[in-house]
Protein backbone atom coordinates (compact mmCIF):
# COMPACT_ATOMS: atom_id res chain seq x y z
CA UNK A 1 0.00 0.00 0.00
CA UNK A 2 2.52 2.76 0.80
CA UNK A 3 5.80 2.95 2.86
CA UNK A 4 5.01 4.58 6.11
CA UNK A 5 5.61 2.23 8.89
CA UNK A 6 6.21 1.66 12.38
CA UNK A 7 9.33 0.90 13.19
CA UNK A 8 10.28 0.29 17.08
CA UNK A 9 6.86 2.23 17.92
CA UNK A 10 7.94 4.95 15.97
CA UNK A 11 6.68 6.07 12.36
CA UNK A 12 9.17 5.97 9.27
CA UNK A 13 8.83 7.42 5.98
CA UNK A 14 10.46 4.83 3.73
CA UNK A 15 13.83 4.79 5.96
CA UNK A 16 13.50 7.78 7.72
CA UNK A 17 11.84 8.82 11.14
CA UNK A 18 9.07 11.45 10.70
CA UNK A 19 10.12 12.54 13.77
CA UNK A 20 13.37 13.90 12.43
CA UNK A 21 11.78 15.38 9.29
CA UNK A 22 9.22 17.20 11.76
CA UNK A 23 12.50 18.36 14.27
CA UNK A 24 14.26 19.87 11.01
CA UNK A 25 11.74 21.18 8.58
CA UNK A 26 8.42 22.07 11.35
CA UNK A 27 5.03 21.46 11.13
CA UNK A 28 2.59 21.10 10.06
CA UNK A 29 4.34 19.44 6.72
CA UNK A 30 3.71 16.81 4.43
CA UNK A 31 6.05 13.94 3.69
CA UNK A 32 6.28 12.36 0.55
CA UNK A 33 7.11 8.92 -0.24
CA UNK A 34 9.04 8.51 -3.31
CA UNK A 35 8.72 4.62 -3.51
CA UNK A 36 5.26 4.64 -2.99
CA UNK A 37 4.51 6.91 -5.90
CA UNK A 38 6.58 4.58 -8.04
CA UNK A 39 5.52 1.42 -7.47
CA UNK A 40 1.75 2.50 -8.00
CA UNK A 41 2.93 3.98 -11.22
CA UNK A 42 4.98 0.61 -12.13
CA UNK A 43 1.71 -1.49 -10.95
CA UNK A 44 -0.54 0.55 -13.16
CA UNK A 45 1.63 0.20 -15.81
CA UNK A 46 2.19 -3.58 -15.48
CA UNK A 47 -1.35 -4.38 -15.29
CA UNK A 48 -2.07 -2.68 -19.11
CA UNK A 49 1.20 -3.87 -20.54
CA UNK A 50 -0.98 -5.76 -23.18
CA UNK A 51 -2.90 -2.66 -24.22
CA UNK A 52 -1.57 0.39 -26.35
CA UNK A 53 -1.62 2.43 -22.96
CA UNK A 54 -0.46 6.09 -22.54
CA UNK A 55 -1.00 6.88 -18.11
CA UNK A 56 -1.50 10.23 -17.35
CA UNK A 57 -1.01 10.90 -14.05
CA UNK A 58 -3.58 13.88 -13.12
CA UNK A 59 -1.91 16.93 -12.03
CA UNK A 60 -4.52 18.29 -9.74
CA UNK A 61 -4.04 15.63 -7.16
CA UNK A 62 -0.44 16.16 -6.16
CA UNK A 63 1.34 18.68 -8.52
CA UNK A 64 4.71 19.47 -6.88
CA UNK A 65 7.46 19.69 -9.73
CA UNK A 66 9.68 17.66 -8.63
CA UNK A 67 7.18 14.92 -7.87
CA UNK A 68 6.50 15.69 -11.81
CA UNK A 69 9.86 15.23 -12.77
CA UNK A 70 10.59 11.96 -11.53
CA UNK A 71 7.08 10.67 -12.63
CA UNK A 72 7.77 11.61 -16.19
CA UNK A 73 11.22 9.91 -15.97
CA UNK A 74 9.31 6.85 -15.24
CA UNK A 75 6.90 7.31 -18.22
CA UNK A 76 3.95 8.96 -17.23
CA UNK A 77 1.98 11.63 -19.48
CA UNK A 78 0.25 14.18 -17.52
CA UNK A 79 -3.76 14.85 -17.22
CA UNK A 80 -4.22 18.55 -17.07
CA UNK A 81 -6.98 21.11 -16.53
CA UNK A 82 -5.53 24.53 -16.59
CA UNK A 83 -2.49 26.72 -18.19
CA UNK A 84 -0.95 26.43 -14.67
CA UNK A 85 -0.86 22.99 -14.94
CA UNK A 86 0.50 22.87 -18.48
CA UNK A 87 3.25 25.35 -16.96
CA UNK A 88 3.91 22.86 -14.52
CA UNK A 89 4.91 19.80 -16.31
CA UNK A 90 6.19 21.55 -18.55
CA UNK A 91 8.97 23.02 -16.51
CA UNK A 92 8.82 19.73 -14.53
CA UNK A 93 10.48 18.14 -18.54
CA UNK A 94 6.94 16.05 -19.16
CA UNK A 95 6.46 15.21 -22.61
CA UNK A 96 3.97 17.63 -24.22
CA UNK A 97 2.80 14.62 -26.76
CA UNK A 98 1.37 12.40 -23.86
CA UNK A 99 -0.52 15.39 -22.00
CA UNK A 100 -4.11 15.35 -22.00
CA UNK A 101 -6.35 18.29 -21.42
CA UNK A 102 -9.09 18.39 -19.63
CA UNK A 103 -11.92 21.10 -17.85
CA UNK A 104 -14.86 23.05 -18.83
CA UNK A 105 -13.55 26.47 -18.91
CA UNK A 106 -10.90 26.73 -20.70
CA UNK A 107 -9.48 30.45 -21.52
CA UNK A 108 -8.38 31.50 -25.15
CA UNK A 109 -5.47 31.95 -23.57
CA UNK A 110 -4.90 28.17 -22.06
CA UNK A 111 -5.62 27.52 -25.19
CA UNK A 112 -3.38 28.99 -27.35
CA UNK A 113 -0.43 27.76 -25.09
CA UNK A 114 -1.54 24.26 -25.45
CA UNK A 115 -1.63 24.62 -28.85
CA UNK A 116 1.91 26.15 -28.19
CA UNK A 117 3.22 23.30 -26.48
CA UNK A 118 0.98 20.51 -28.90
CA UNK A 119 -0.22 18.13 -26.75
CA UNK A 120 -1.52 15.09 -26.74
CA UNK A 121 -5.31 15.63 -27.06
CA UNK A 122 -7.84 18.19 -25.88
CA UNK A 123 -10.36 17.36 -23.77
CA UNK A 124 -13.46 18.88 -25.10
CA UNK A 125 -16.46 19.35 -22.76
CA UNK A 126 -18.91 21.18 -25.06
CA UNK A 127 -19.89 22.23 -28.60
CA UNK A 128 -19.14 25.89 -27.78
CA UNK A 129 -15.52 24.59 -26.90
CA UNK A 130 -14.92 22.73 -29.65
CA UNK A 131 -16.25 25.75 -31.68
CA UNK A 132 -13.53 27.90 -29.53
CA UNK A 133 -10.76 25.62 -29.89
CA UNK A 134 -11.75 25.63 -33.83
CA UNK A 135 -11.18 29.09 -34.27
CA UNK A 136 -8.34 29.86 -32.00
CA UNK A 137 -6.56 27.16 -34.02
CA UNK A 138 -6.82 28.66 -37.67
CA UNK A 139 -5.58 31.89 -35.91
CA UNK A 140 -2.49 30.34 -34.54
CA UNK A 141 -1.82 27.15 -36.76
CA UNK A 142 1.82 27.10 -37.46
CA UNK A 143 1.68 23.97 -39.66
CA UNK A 144 -0.27 21.84 -41.53
CA UNK A 145 1.50 19.29 -39.34
CA UNK A 146 0.30 20.51 -35.98
CA UNK A 147 -3.42 19.54 -36.58
CA UNK A 148 -4.57 19.62 -32.85
CA UNK A 149 -6.05 15.93 -31.90
CA UNK A 150 -9.52 16.44 -29.70
CA UNK A 151 -11.29 13.78 -27.50
CA UNK A 152 -14.98 14.47 -26.66
CA UNK A 153 -15.68 14.16 -22.84
CA UNK A 154 -19.32 11.81 -23.15
CA UNK A 155 -21.26 11.24 -20.17
CA UNK A 156 -22.27 7.67 -19.58
CA UNK A 157 -25.00 8.81 -16.92
CA UNK A 158 -22.91 6.01 -14.47
CA UNK A 159 -22.79 6.14 -11.06
CA UNK A 160 -19.62 5.26 -9.13
CA UNK A 161 -21.53 5.62 -5.93
CA UNK A 162 -19.08 8.13 -4.32
CA UNK A 163 -19.01 11.64 -3.26
CA UNK A 164 -21.88 13.93 -4.66
CA UNK A 165 -19.36 16.26 -4.95
CA UNK A 166 -16.70 14.14 -6.96
CA UNK A 167 -19.44 12.32 -9.10
CA UNK A 168 -18.98 13.64 -12.57
CA UNK A 169 -20.10 10.65 -15.25
CA UNK A 170 -24.26 11.41 -14.69
CA UNK A 171 -26.25 13.44 -17.14
CA UNK A 172 -26.72 16.04 -14.75
CA UNK A 173 -23.33 17.02 -14.65
CA UNK A 174 -20.97 20.08 -15.65
CA UNK A 175 -18.67 18.27 -17.61
CA UNK A 176 -18.93 17.16 -20.64
CA UNK A 177 -21.93 15.97 -23.53
CA UNK A 178 -24.63 13.25 -23.28
CA UNK A 179 -24.26 9.84 -24.75
CA UNK A 180 -27.42 10.51 -26.94
CA UNK A 181 -26.10 14.13 -28.29
CA UNK A 182 -22.39 12.48 -29.02
CA UNK A 183 -23.27 11.63 -32.80
CA UNK A 184 -24.78 14.55 -33.32
CA UNK A 185 -21.23 16.92 -32.32
CA UNK A 186 -19.46 14.01 -34.54
CA UNK A 187 -21.96 15.06 -37.15
CA UNK A 188 -20.89 18.78 -36.57
CA UNK A 189 -17.26 18.63 -36.71
CA UNK A 190 -15.73 15.00 -36.85
CA UNK A 191 -14.99 15.84 -40.46
CA UNK A 192 -13.28 19.60 -39.86
CA UNK A 193 -9.71 20.00 -41.11
CA UNK A 194 -8.40 21.92 -38.59
CA UNK A 195 -8.71 19.95 -35.24
CA UNK A 196 -8.82 16.10 -35.45
CA UNK A 197 -12.05 14.65 -33.67
CA UNK A 198 -10.61 11.17 -33.40
CA UNK A 199 -11.25 9.99 -29.46
CA UNK A 200 -14.06 10.03 -26.86
CA UNK A 201 -13.08 10.74 -23.20
CA UNK A 202 -15.18 9.77 -19.85
CA UNK A 203 -14.43 10.26 -16.00
CA UNK A 204 -16.89 8.70 -13.43
CA UNK A 205 -15.57 10.91 -10.69
CA UNK A 206 -13.31 10.15 -7.95
CA UNK A 207 -12.18 7.55 -4.87
CA UNK A 208 -14.78 5.21 -6.46
CA UNK A 209 -14.31 1.46 -4.59
CA UNK A 210 -15.84 -0.96 -7.19
CA UNK A 211 -14.52 -1.66 -10.57
CA UNK A 212 -18.61 -2.01 -11.78
CA UNK A 213 -19.20 1.32 -12.70
CA UNK A 214 -15.86 1.48 -15.21
CA UNK A 215 -17.17 -1.69 -16.77
CA UNK A 216 -20.57 -0.55 -17.56
CA UNK A 217 -19.26 3.25 -18.40
CA UNK A 218 -16.48 1.51 -21.22
CA UNK A 219 -19.49 -0.87 -22.55
CA UNK A 220 -21.71 2.50 -23.22
CA UNK A 221 -18.65 4.13 -25.00
CA UNK A 222 -17.75 1.05 -26.97
CA UNK A 223 -21.47 0.45 -28.41
CA UNK A 224 -21.14 4.40 -29.08
CA UNK A 225 -17.47 3.83 -30.91
CA UNK A 226 -18.79 1.50 -33.32
CA UNK A 227 -21.84 3.62 -34.02
CA UNK A 228 -19.44 6.73 -34.80
CA UNK A 229 -17.43 4.44 -37.05
CA UNK A 230 -19.45 3.00 -38.52
CA UNK A 231 -20.63 6.59 -39.44
CA UNK A 232 -17.29 6.89 -40.93
CA UNK A 233 -15.26 8.63 -38.30
CA UNK A 234 -12.00 6.85 -37.28
CA UNK A 235 -11.67 6.71 -33.55
CA UNK A 236 -8.03 5.97 -32.19
CA UNK A 237 -8.36 6.35 -28.44
CA UNK A 238 -10.57 6.20 -25.46
CA UNK A 239 -9.63 8.02 -22.64
CA UNK A 240 -11.32 6.26 -19.67
CA UNK A 241 -10.25 9.15 -17.27
CA UNK A 242 -9.80 8.48 -13.64
CA UNK A 243 -10.98 8.10 -9.62
CA UNK A 244 -9.66 4.94 -9.48
CA UNK A 245 -10.07 3.71 -5.42
CA UNK A 246 -6.95 4.65 -3.03
CA UNK A 247 -6.58 2.49 0.46
CA UNK A 248 -7.74 5.47 2.58
CA UNK A 249 -8.67 2.11 4.87
CA UNK A 250 -6.53 -0.70 4.50
CA UNK A 251 -7.40 -3.07 2.24
CA UNK A 252 -10.76 -1.56 0.16
CA UNK A 253 -9.81 -0.46 -2.64
CA UNK A 254 -9.19 -2.26 -5.71
CA UNK A 255 -5.56 -3.01 -7.05
CA UNK A 256 -4.45 -1.67 -10.50
CA UNK A 257 -4.76 -5.61 -11.22
CA UNK A 258 -8.16 -5.68 -10.36
CA UNK A 259 -9.39 -2.98 -12.48
CA UNK A 260 -7.03 -4.14 -15.35
CA UNK A 261 -8.89 -7.46 -15.03
CA UNK A 262 -12.33 -5.82 -15.89
CA UNK A 263 -11.21 -3.06 -18.49
CA UNK A 264 -8.62 -5.03 -20.59
CA UNK A 265 -10.65 -7.78 -21.53
CA UNK A 266 -13.34 -5.08 -23.12
CA UNK A 267 -10.70 -3.36 -24.82
CA UNK A 268 -8.70 -6.47 -26.47
CA UNK A 269 -8.71 -6.05 -30.07
CA UNK A 270 -10.86 -3.09 -30.83
CA UNK A 271 -8.13 -1.30 -31.90
CA UNK A 272 -7.93 1.47 -29.58
CA UNK A 273 -5.48 3.50 -27.63
CA UNK A 274 -6.45 3.27 -23.68
CA UNK A 275 -5.47 6.51 -22.03
CA UNK A 276 -5.92 6.28 -18.19
CA UNK A 277 -5.91 9.36 -15.63
CA UNK A 278 -5.46 8.27 -12.38
CA UNK A 279 -4.36 10.94 -9.21
CA UNK A 280 -5.33 9.72 -6.19
CA UNK A 281 -4.83 5.64 -7.31
CA UNK A 282 -0.91 7.06 -7.03
CA UNK A 283 -0.80 9.69 -5.00
CA UNK A 284 -2.69 9.24 -2.10
CA UNK A 285 -0.89 6.58 0.09
CA UNK A 286 2.53 8.39 -0.86
CA UNK A 287 1.85 11.03 1.68
CA UNK A 288 1.29 11.80 5.19
CA UNK A 289 0.39 15.07 6.91
CA UNK A 290 2.94 15.32 10.00
CA UNK A 291 1.32 18.06 12.40
CA UNK A 292 2.10 18.51 16.32
CA UNK A 293 -0.66 18.99 19.45
CA UNK A 294 -0.82 22.31 20.66
CA UNK A 295 -3.75 21.63 23.22
CA UNK A 296 -6.13 18.88 24.53
CA UNK A 297 -9.59 21.06 26.03
CA UNK A 298 -12.92 19.89 26.79
CA UNK A 299 -16.17 20.92 25.98
CA UNK A 300 -19.46 19.49 27.13
CA UNK A 301 -18.91 16.03 27.62
CA UNK A 302 -16.19 15.86 24.30
CA UNK A 303 -12.03 15.93 24.18
CA UNK A 304 -10.69 17.93 21.54
CA UNK A 305 -7.24 17.15 20.97
CA UNK A 306 -5.99 20.80 19.16
CA UNK A 307 -3.19 20.47 16.32
CA UNK A 308 -1.25 22.90 14.41
CA UNK A 309 -2.55 21.78 11.06
CA UNK A 310 -6.07 23.23 9.63
CA UNK A 311 -8.71 22.93 7.08
CA UNK A 312 -6.43 25.46 5.08
CA UNK A 313 -3.65 22.66 5.37
CA UNK A 314 -6.03 19.65 4.64
CA UNK A 315 -9.46 20.04 3.23
CA UNK A 316 -10.40 16.81 2.38
CA UNK A 317 -12.49 16.18 5.69
CA UNK A 318 -14.56 18.92 5.69
CA UNK A 319 -15.23 19.33 1.87
CA UNK A 320 -16.13 15.71 1.71
CA UNK A 321 -16.62 14.32 5.23
CA UNK A 322 -13.71 12.58 4.31
CA UNK A 323 -12.41 9.80 6.36
CA UNK A 324 -8.22 9.84 6.69
CA UNK A 325 -6.80 7.70 9.72
CA UNK A 326 -4.42 9.58 12.30
CA UNK A 327 -2.71 8.13 14.89
CA UNK A 328 0.28 9.36 17.06
CA UNK A 329 3.89 9.62 15.27
CA UNK A 330 5.55 7.51 18.19
CA UNK A 331 3.43 5.06 20.53
CA UNK A 332 3.79 2.47 23.29
CA UNK A 333 4.09 -1.27 22.08
CA UNK A 334 0.20 -1.99 22.73
CA UNK A 335 -0.58 1.08 20.41
CA UNK A 336 1.66 -0.14 17.40
CA UNK A 337 -1.71 0.09 14.65
CA UNK A 338 -2.08 -3.54 12.57
CA UNK A 339 -4.23 -1.82 9.82
CA UNK A 340 -5.49 1.36 9.35
CA UNK A 341 -9.36 1.78 9.82
CA UNK A 342 -12.13 3.80 11.50
CA UNK A 343 -13.09 1.73 13.89
CA UNK A 344 -9.43 0.94 15.34
CA UNK A 345 -9.98 1.20 19.31
CA UNK A 346 -7.64 -0.46 20.96
CA UNK A 347 -7.42 -0.77 25.25
CA UNK A 348 -6.54 2.45 26.71
CA UNK A 349 -7.31 4.56 23.49
CA UNK A 350 -9.99 7.60 24.00
CA UNK A 351 -12.46 8.94 21.95
CA UNK A 352 -11.42 12.52 20.54
CA UNK A 353 -12.29 15.36 18.48
CA UNK A 354 -9.32 16.25 16.50
CA UNK A 355 -9.39 19.80 15.12
CA UNK A 356 -7.55 22.45 13.85
CA UNK A 357 -6.87 26.55 15.21
CA UNK A 358 -8.53 27.91 12.25
CA UNK A 359 -11.83 29.81 13.05
CA UNK A 360 -14.50 27.46 11.69
CA UNK A 361 -16.45 24.75 13.32
CA UNK A 362 -15.72 23.20 10.30
CA UNK A 363 -11.96 22.86 11.09
CA UNK A 364 -11.78 19.42 12.26
CA UNK A 365 -9.57 16.30 10.62
CA UNK A 366 -12.16 13.45 12.77
CA UNK A 367 -14.41 13.46 15.16
CA UNK A 368 -15.18 11.24 17.40
CA UNK A 369 -12.16 9.02 16.86
CA UNK A 370 -10.22 6.80 18.67
CA UNK A 371 -7.19 7.82 19.86
CA UNK A 372 -3.89 6.78 22.30
CA UNK A 373 -3.42 9.55 25.18
CA UNK A 374 -1.57 12.27 23.77
CA UNK A 375 -0.17 15.53 24.82
CA UNK A 376 1.35 18.95 24.63
CA UNK A 377 4.10 18.74 21.70
CA UNK A 378 3.46 14.97 20.54
CA UNK A 379 2.90 14.45 17.09
CA UNK A 380 0.41 13.41 14.80
CA UNK A 381 0.54 11.86 11.10
CA UNK A 382 -2.44 12.19 8.88
CA UNK A 383 -2.57 9.34 6.60
CA UNK A 384 -3.59 8.87 3.08
CA UNK A 385 -2.74 13.00 2.39
CA UNK A 386 -1.29 12.89 -1.15
CA UNK A 387 -3.85 13.32 -2.89
CA UNK A 388 -5.66 16.53 -2.90
CA UNK A 389 -3.94 17.90 0.01
CA UNK A 390 -1.53 20.45 -0.25
CA UNK A 391 -2.68 20.95 -3.96
CA UNK A 392 -6.36 21.88 -2.24
CA UNK A 393 -4.81 24.43 0.44
CA UNK A 394 -4.74 28.30 1.19
CA UNK A 395 -3.37 30.78 2.96
CA UNK A 396 -6.86 30.86 4.57
CA UNK A 397 -6.79 33.20 8.11
CA UNK A 398 -3.48 34.10 6.96
CA UNK A 399 -1.88 31.13 7.45
CA UNK A 400 1.34 30.34 5.43
CA UNK A 401 0.89 26.81 3.59
CA UNK A 402 2.88 23.84 5.12
CA UNK A 403 6.28 22.50 3.85
CA UNK A 404 6.64 19.72 1.26
CA UNK A 405 9.09 16.71 1.84
CA UNK A 406 10.02 13.92 -0.42
CA UNK A 407 11.49 10.80 1.36
CA UNK A 408 13.94 8.74 -0.55
CA UNK A 409 14.97 5.58 0.92
CA UNK A 410 17.19 7.10 3.88
CA UNK A 411 17.44 10.47 2.81
CA UNK A 412 15.09 13.72 2.59
CA UNK A 413 14.87 16.68 0.89
CA UNK A 414 12.50 19.75 1.21
CA UNK A 415 10.88 20.28 -2.64
CA UNK A 416 8.61 23.51 -1.38
CA UNK A 417 9.70 25.84 1.65
CA UNK A 418 7.16 26.36 4.07
CA UNK A 419 5.55 29.58 3.13
CA UNK A 420 6.52 32.69 5.53
CA UNK A 421 4.60 36.09 5.89
CA UNK A 422 6.45 37.99 3.72
CA UNK A 423 5.47 35.55 1.18
CA UNK A 424 1.91 36.22 2.32
CA UNK A 425 1.94 40.16 1.20
CA UNK A 426 4.41 39.99 -1.09
CA UNK A 427 2.32 39.89 -4.39
CA UNK A 428 0.22 42.94 -2.59
CA UNK A 429 2.80 45.17 -2.63
Given amino acids: MDYFNYKNNKLFA?????????????????????????????????????????ICYSVKACGNINILKFMAGRGSGFDIVSGGELYRVLQAGGNPSKI???????????????????????????????DNLIRLTKQHRRAASKQ????????????????????????????????????????????????????????????????EPYVEAIEKILALIEQLRGDGFTIEAVDVGGGYGADYITGTAPTA?????????????????????????????????????????AGGRKKFVIVDAGMNDLIRPPLYDAFHFIWPVKVSEKFVPQQRDKDLQLVGTEVVDIVGPICESADFFARDRALPPVKRGDLLSIFTAGAYGFSMSSNYNARGRAAEVLVDGEKFSVIRKRETYEDLTALEK
Avoid: M, W
Avoid at 118 to 128: C, K, L, T, V
Avoid at 176 to 199: M, N, P, T
Fill in 14 to 54: EDVEVEKVAAEVGTPVYIYSKATFEEHLQKIQEAYSELDTT
Fill in 100 to 130: VYAGVGKTDTEIVEALNADIGYFNIESEAEL
Fill in 148 to 211: PKAALRVNPDVDPRTHTYTTTGKKETKFGVDIERARRVFADYGRESSVKLCAIHIHLGSAGHTV
Fill in 257 to 297: ADYAAAIVPLLRGKNLKLILEPGASIAANAAILATQVLYSK
